[in-house]
T-cell receptor
Framework: NAGVTQTPKFQVLKTGQSMTLQCAQD?????MSWYRQDPGMGLRLIHY???????DQGEVPNGYNVSRSTTEDFPLRLLSAAPSQTSVYFC???????????FGPGTRLTVL | AQSVSQHNHHVILSEAASLELGCNYS??????LFWYVQYPGQHLQLLLK??????LVKGIKGFEAEFIKSKFSFNLRKPSVQWSDTAEYFC????????????FGQGTTLQVKP
């Protein structure tokens, strides 16, 4: 049982490049979320999903896309990277909206 | 809209001192409340949570939190901190409805001096 896994751990992009941050969980959780963590701002919700095929926007969705084709995977796509997207990204999953969220180890992204 | 406010951004304590971190939330319905901790170099993990029942909730490592509905508060406490409690602490609120959204506060960095 690996829990929540994220790849890559570190990534450097140039402005305008696109990429996908991977997130997978093996706990059969319906709920998955993406957060970004910035100093002094805590964690902000980017997108979330309440099950396969269902996604919705969080607090800061602009510049990011998600899809949920399977229960296990919830990739986050940066369409055209900007320096403002330099951050640490965390994926999380839970069995229900009210339950404990399990976090992945994070991806540290730098956009030059 | 949901919001969470943590009043203390950076707290420095000596070992054995008592700790109280403030958390206030804004939400119009039923809420579930959480405290998460992020130790240096590690990812977030649950410290404690409140769903219903006894408003005084006990978590791991001697932490507790009290839900005061009238004050929209969920403050975290520990009677005697240790150097190993040095970490960043996040309060979070999950609202009612089948949405899966969890809103976090800005976080409080706790530094415990040995």
């Amino acid at each position: 049982n690996a829990g929540v896994t994220q790849t890559p751990k570190f990534q450097v992009l140039k402005t305008g490049q696109s990429m996908t941050l991977q997130c997978a969980q093996d706990m059969n959780h319906e709920y998955m979320s993406w957060y970004r963590q910035d100093p002094g701002m805590g964690l902000r919700l980017i997108h979330y999903s309440v099950g396969a095929g269902i996604t919705d926007q969080g607090e800061v969705p602009n510049g990011y896309n998600v899809s949920r084709s399977t229960t296990e995977d919830f990739p986050l796509r940066l369409l055209s990277a900007a320096p403002s997207q330099t951050s640490v990204y965390f994926c999380a999953s839970s069995s229900s909206w009210a339950d404990t969220q399990y976090f992945g180890p994070g991806t540290r992204l730098t956009v030059l | 809209a949901q919001s969470v406010s943590q009043h203390n951004h950076h707290v420095i304590l000596s070992e054995a001192a008592s700790l109280e971190l403030g958390c206030n939330y804004s939400y119009g319905g039923t809420v579930n409340l959480f405290w998460y901790v992020q130790y240096p170099g590690q990812h977030l993990q649950l410290l404690l949570k409140y769903f219903s029942g006894d408003p005084l909730v006990k978590g791991i490592k001697g932490f507790e939190a009290e839900f005061i509905k009238s004050k929209f508060s969920f403050n975290l406490r520990k009677p005697s901190v240790q150097w190993s409690d040095t970490a960043e602490y996040f309060c979070a609120v999950g609202g009612s409805g089948n949405t899966g959204k969890l809103i976090f506060g800005q976080g409080t960095t706790l530094q415990v001096k040995p």
